[in-house]
T-cell receptor, first 113, second 113 residues
Framework: NAGVTQTPKFQVLKTGQSMTLQCAQDMNHEYMSWYRQDPGMGLRLIHYSVGAGITDQGEVPNGYNVSRSTTEDFPLRLLSAAPSQTSVYFC????????????FGEGSRLTVL | DQQVKQNSPSLSVQEGRISILNCDYTNSMFDYFLWYKKYPAEGPTFLISISSIKDKNEDGRFTVFLNKSAKHLSLHIVPSQPGDSAVYFCAASLGGSARQLTFGSGTQLTVLP
């Protein structure tokens, strides 16, 4: 029962570096999304996808890119990391748009120096 | 401007007593509300939800109450157990859609043995 798997769990970057946070789910969920969690801010939606080949922006998309080539995978790319992107990132998936129940990964803690 | 607010960052209760976690929202279009629980180093997990057509939903020790006129919901945990110690996030959505999930900032519940 893997569910939603995120890698890496921890990453330290220097300002300007790029990297990709990986997310994979084995539940055949159509909907996937990325959130970031910051102190006092709750979770904020970065990007989401309603199916392979379809992505859209959430509340805080700037500085991030996503793609969805398969149902299982939804990587999040940081093009040029900034200290403001220091955060904990969560990938989530859902079987559909009906209930709003999201299944989350364990999170990836990113520090940008 | 946060549309979903949890004004209490923390709450401590004795084991066996009732825990009441509160959440306010400003967008009257929200029609589906959820509570998520999060342990350290884990992703949030779905706890309970309520549709705007109801004012109460119960699941074992957990009950969610919705007061639409006050734009307020609360989560009651009775009796509280030490294993309930976690951060609780309330979230709201439009049309039950996972893509429109807006989270509060969370409340850290500590249940004292």
């Amino acid at each position: 029962n893997a569910g939603v798997t995120q890698t890496p769990k921890f990453q330290v970057l220097k300002t300007g570096q790029s990297m990709t946070l990986q997310c994979a789910q084995d539940m055949n969920h159509e909907y996937m999304s990325w959130y970031r969690q910051d102190p006092g801010m709750g979770l904020r939606l970065i990007h989401y996808s309603v199916g392979a080949g379809i992505t859209d922006q959430g509340e805080v998309p700037n500085g991030y890119n996503v793609s969805r080539s398969t149902t299982e995978d939804f990587p999040l790319r940081l093009l040029s990391a900034a200290p403001s992107q220091t955060s904990v990132y969560f990938c989530a998936s859902s079987p559909g748009l009906g209930t709003g129940e999201l299944f989350f990964g364990e999170g990836s803690r990113l520090t940008v120096l | 401007d946060q549309q979903v607010k949890q004004n209490s960052p923390s709450l401590s209760v004795q084991e066996g007593r009732i825990s009441i976690l509160n959440c306010d929202y400003t967008n009257s279009m929200f029609d589906y509300f959820l509570w998520y629980k999060k342990y350290p180093a884990e992703g949030p997990t779905f706890l309970i939800s309520i549709s705007s057509i109801k004012d109460k939903n119960e699941d074992g020790r957990f009950t969610v109450f919705l007061n639409k006129s006050a734009k307020h919901l609360s989560l009651h945990i009775v009796p509280s157990q030490p294993g309930d110690s976690a951060v609780y996030f309330c979230a709201a959505s439009l049309g039950g859609s996972a893509r429109q999930l807006t989270f509060g900032s969370g409340t850290q519940l500590t249940v004292l043995p």
